[in-house]
């Protein structure tokens, strides 16, 4: 990377297309509306920029380690883009100078009822909190608090009763509650609450839609909200695979039930297995595999010689496999490559029964009716994930061959096309084969995505359209 110093500026939005980078905040600027640039050099020879609502925008630890005030970075660092020279204004770069000192984030609005959404676990259990006093305040005024009770919804008065459940219990029994329930049990005793409370209104979170093996998340900044995946360590390749889901809460995969007690060995077995079926990414999905899955052995169990002793045993026990599971098992379409790839695993699995072969070989491809479930259920995920979702099948195609790197061993590559991906779910305009190239160069270029990354992405394009 070139070694060049961040430069900030000040300008205001040329379009709607940027969102506020601080996580507490992430809402949309308004094409006009002043926003503060932070601008880094990039991996090739071209910079990355952070925009940020002016509230919104986080001093830099840097500057105030040397010594800069606000009012000094206002003054003397921040390039005045503005066609006015708002700096120049002595009121208005006053007004500028209040908003950063306030070290505050723009609070997020429900698009419906225009309240002010909670930030944070602390903000949710103050609000449940404050929810319980009026319902306390009901008991104590009987017949004339009838108002109040129009004003409280069944969910509010349902989180209160919860928090009255376990307010009092300590962060090492919270955090036992969570741990029974394979929940994330890292924070604070406010954070814990609102996941207690979170997952005994709604359910256990569960295994990611989208890339189908990491864990969902609650979003802390938005007081849970909405939910996120950040992907998964691959054991396998060794090296950690991104994801980008999220969603309402509302809409999140939900496991059943949630335990206040610790679960006996039953119930963890019960548990384990909910989390293995929901590998399938769908309950039509687990049906389908467990249909396909017992007609698939019903075939190769017809099959009579099984002798992994000797070449020619191996070739014919090949060629058998393919005839059974072919249109079963999301094997290769081509036979002589499909022989080629049970070949293969019968090489590495020559002392294995015939069970022990098939279930290698439905582990390495999987069933052709669950893929097809699984790609559906990961279509209709990318839609939700993309600002533009008619760009979901291009999302799709770079994180495959993300993905495909990856397994090839090549991180470098791997690692640059989960940027480009993260930087196509992001942009809210549709990708085009006229535009798609563009993305990687000039005055339309999109921050994460180079000229080479926007040629492939436009190959994807094409052959999608087509």
């Given at each position: 990377?070139?070694?060049?110093?961040?430069?900030?500026?000040?300008?205001?939005?040329?379009?709607?297309?940027?969102?506020?980078?601080?996580?507490?905040?992430?809402?949309?600027?308004?094409?006009?509306?002043?926003?503060?640039?932070?601008?880094?050099?990039?991996?090739?020879?071209?910079?990355?920029?952070?925009?940020?609502?002016?509230?919104?925008?986080?001093?830099?630890?840097?500057?105030?380690?040397?010594?800069?005030?606000?009012?000094?970075?206002?003054?003397?660092?921040?390039?005045?883009?503005?066609?006015?020279?708002?700096?120049?204004?002595?009121?208005?770069?006053?007004?500028?100078?209040?908003?950063?000192?306030?070290?505050?984030?723009?609070?997020?609005?429900?698009?419906?009822?225009?309240e002010t959404l909670p930030q944070g676990a602390s903000d949710v259990i103050d609000k449940i909190k404050r929810t319980a006093e009026l319902i306390a305040q009901e008991d104590e005024d009987g017949p004339k608090s009838k108002k109040i009770k129009t004003e409280i919804s069944e969910t509010e008065r349902a989180k209160a009763e919860i928090l009255s459940m376990?307010?009092?219990?300590?962060?090492?029994?919270?955090?036992?509650?969570?741990?029974w329930n394979k929940q994330i049990v890292g924070g604070n005793k406010d954070t814990l609450l609102a996941r207690i409370i979170d997952a005994k209104l709604n359910g256990r979170l569960g295994r990611c839609p989208s890339c189908l093996r990491g864990r969902i998340k609650l979003t802390e900044e938005d007081g849970g909200a909405t939910v996120f995946c950040s992907?998964?360590?691959?054991?396998?390749?060794?090296?950690?695979?991104?994801?980008?889901?999220?969603?309402?809460?509302?809409?999140?995969?939900?496991?059943?039930?949630?335990?206040?007690?610790?679960?006996?060995?039953?119930?963890?077995?019960?548990?384990?297995?909910?989390?293995?079926?929901?590998?399938?990414?769908?309950?039509?999905?687990?049906?389908?595999?467990?249909?396909?899955?017992?007609?698939?052995?019903?075939?190769?169990?017809?099959?009579?010689?099984?002798?992994?002793?000797?070449?020619?045993?191996?070739?014919?026990?090949?060629?058998?496999?393919?005839?059974?599971?072919?249109?079963?098992?999301?094997?290769?379409?081509?036979?002589?490559?499909?022989?080629?790839?049970?070949?293969?695993?019968?090489?590495?699995?020559?002392?294995?029964?015939?069970?022990?072969?098939?279930?290698?070989?439905?582990?390495?491809?999987?069933?052709?009716?669950?893929?097809?479930?699984?790609?559906?259920?990961?279509?209709?995920?990318?839609?939700?994930?993309?600002?533009?979702?008619?760009?979901?099948?291009?999302?799709?195609?770079?994180?495959?061959?993300?993905?495909?790197?990856?397994?090839?061993?090549?991180?470098?590559?791997?690692?640059?096309?989960?940027?480009?991906?993260?930087?196509?779910?992001?942009?809210?305009?549709?990708?085009?084969?006229?535009?798609?190239?563009?993305?990687?160069?000039?005055?339309?270029?999109?921050?994460?995505?180079?000229?080479?990354?926007?040629?492939?992405?436009?190959?994807?394009?094409?052959?999608?359209?087509?």
């Amino acid at each position: 990377p070139r070694k060049m110093p961040t430069t900030y500026s000040i300008e205001h939005a040329k379009s709607g297309r940027s969102s506020c980078k601080t996580k507490a905040c992430g809402q949309k600027i308004d094409k006009g509306e002043l926003r503060i640039g932070s601008s880094a050099p990039g991996p090739g020879d071209y910079d990355i920029t952070k925009w940020y609502h002016v509230e919104c925008f986080p001093f830099p630890r840097k500057l105030k380690s040397e010594g800069e005030t606000v009012q000094s970075f206002v003054e003397g660092i921040l390039e005045d883009n503005t066609d006015e020279g708002i700096l120049n204004d002595e009121e208005k770069a006053a007004e500028i100078i209040a908003l950063l000192e306030q070290k505050g984030c723009r609070k997020k609005v429900d698009a419906e009822t225009g309240e002010t959404l909670p930030q944070g676990a602390s903000d949710v259990i103050d609000k449940i909190k404050r929810t319980a006093e009026l319902i306390a305040q009901e008991d104590e005024d009987g017949p004339k608090s009838k108002k109040i009770k129009t004003e409280i919804s069944e969910t509010e008065r349902a989180k209160a009763e919860i928090l009255s459940m376990f307010s009092s219990k300590k962060v090492d029994e919270l955090k036992d509650i969570l741990r029974w329930n394979k929940q994330i049990v890292g924070g604070n005793k406010d954070t814990l609450l609102a996941r207690i409370i979170d997952a005994k209104l709604n359910g256990r979170l569960g295994r990611c839609p989208s890339c189908l093996r990491g864990r969902i998340k609650l979003t802390e900044e938005d007081g849970g909200a909405t939910v996120f995946c950040s992907g998964y360590f691959d054991e396998e390749l060794q090296v950690r695979q991104s994801c980008f889901y999220k969603a309402p809460a509302a809409e999140a995969p939900r496991l059943q039930p949630f335990y206040t007690e610790e679960p006996t060995e039953e119930e963890k077995e019960e548990m384990e297995a909910q989390w293995e079926a929901s590998k399938a990414g769908s309950a039509e999905a687990v049906a389908v595999g467990k249909d396909a899955k017992s007609i698939v052995a019903k075939l190769v169990s017809g099959i009579d010689e099984f002798d992994l002793s000797s070449g020619p045993g191996k070739k014919k026990a090949s060629s058998d496999l393919v005839a059974a599971i072919t249109g079963i098992v999301d094997i290769p379409d081509d036979e002589a490559k499909a022989r080629m790839a049970i070949g293969r695993i019968l090489m590495m699995h020559s002392n294995s029964s015939k069970d022990e072969v098939l279930e290698a070989i439905i582990d390495e491809y999987g069933l052709k009716a669950v893929n097809e479930e699984q790609s559906k259920v990961k279509a209709k995920t990318a839609t939700t994930i993309c600002a533009c979702p008619a760009n979901a099948p291009v999302l799709e195609a770079i994180m495959e061959l993300s993905s495909l790197y990856f397994k090839e061993g090549n991180a470098n590559a791997g690692g640059t096309y989960t940027k480009v991906a993260n930087a196509i779910k992001d942009l809210d305009y549709e990708i085009t084969p006229d535009n798609a190239k563009g993305l990687g160069k000039g005055k339309t270029k999109v921050a994460g995505i180079g000229k080479g990354s926007a040629e492939k992405g436009r190959i994807s394009m094409g052959t999608l359209c087509s």
